[in-house]
């Protein structure tokens, strides 16, 4: 069935470390994913996805990872800021036309 | 840079009142969302509209819930007689080509008392 997890509910790193966050998916059909970060008291923000056809993909300081074999999907952050502090989720769109989101991890940057 | 406005930010509901969730799309989109995440929990898909109908709705989405796109600019979510659980932050979204490039507004919090 459609189901998106994630291995670690909060992760905290000092300023300058770089961040893994980890998720597990378990619809093998899947052919896009998402990382979506929420800030308090806001929506969820884009932040960058990858295809299925994919394994990596980068962005400004941000590097998408998918392993279709073992479904996992993580998303890394170079030099995590204080304002990388926010609940990171991922989705993936299932069905016609919707997005289905996994459970969310803090992530916490202490100076 | 264009966005999704939801208003309001805060509404604070009795229960088995109806309320109203309003949202802007972002002009040129075409695909409307609803989701909702309860304090703490995941976001949750709840309806997805293009072309002026629904096009998938999760088992959430039942009778007390309703859509509407009353003209060209809004689109709003109707809860018609609300429930305690029915409490949570509502997000809309809009794509212009799908579920995929979603943006989502910053939500409206329901407190149903």
């Known amino acids: 069935g459609e189901n998106v997890g994630l291995h670690l509910p909060t992760l905290s790193v000092q300023e300058g470390d770089n961040s893994i966050i980890n998720c597990a998916y378990s619809?093998?059909?899947?052919?896009?994913f998402i990382w979506y970060k929420q800030e308090s008291g806001k929506g969820p923000q884009f932040i960058i996805d990858i295809r299925s056809n994919m394994d990596k993909r980068q962005g400004q300081r941000v590097t998408v990872l998918l392993n279709k074999t073992v479904k996992h999907l993580s998303l890394q952050i170079a030099a995590t800021q204080p304002g990388d502090s926010a609940v990171y989720f991922c989705?993936?769109?299932?069905?016609?036309?919707?997005?289905?989101f996994g459970a969310g991890t803090r992530l916490a940057v202490h100076p | 840079e264009p966005e999704v406005t939801q208003t309001p930010s805060h509404q604070v509901t009795q229960m088995g009142q109806e309320v109203i969730l309003r949202c802007v799309p972002i002009?040129?989109?075409?695909?409307f969302y609803w989701y909702r995440q309860i304090l703490g929990q995941k976001v949750e898909f709840l309806v997805s509209f293009y072309n002026n109908e629904i096009s998938e709705k999760s088992e959430i989405f039942d009778d007390q819930f309703s859509v509407e796109r009353p003209d060209g600019s809004n689109f709003t979510l109707k809860i018609r007689s609300t429930k305690l659980e029915d409490s949570a932050m509502y997000f809309c979204?809009?794509?212009?080509?799908?579920?995929?490039?979603?943006?989502f507004g910053q939500g409206t919090r329901l407190t149903v008392v």
């Open positions: 002009s040129n989109h075409l695909y």
């Open positions: 619809n093998s059909a899947s052919d896009y």
């Open positions: 979204a809009s794509s212009e080509t799908g579920a995929e490039e979603a943006f």
């Open positions: 989705a993936f769109t299932g069905g016609y036309n919707k997005l289905i």
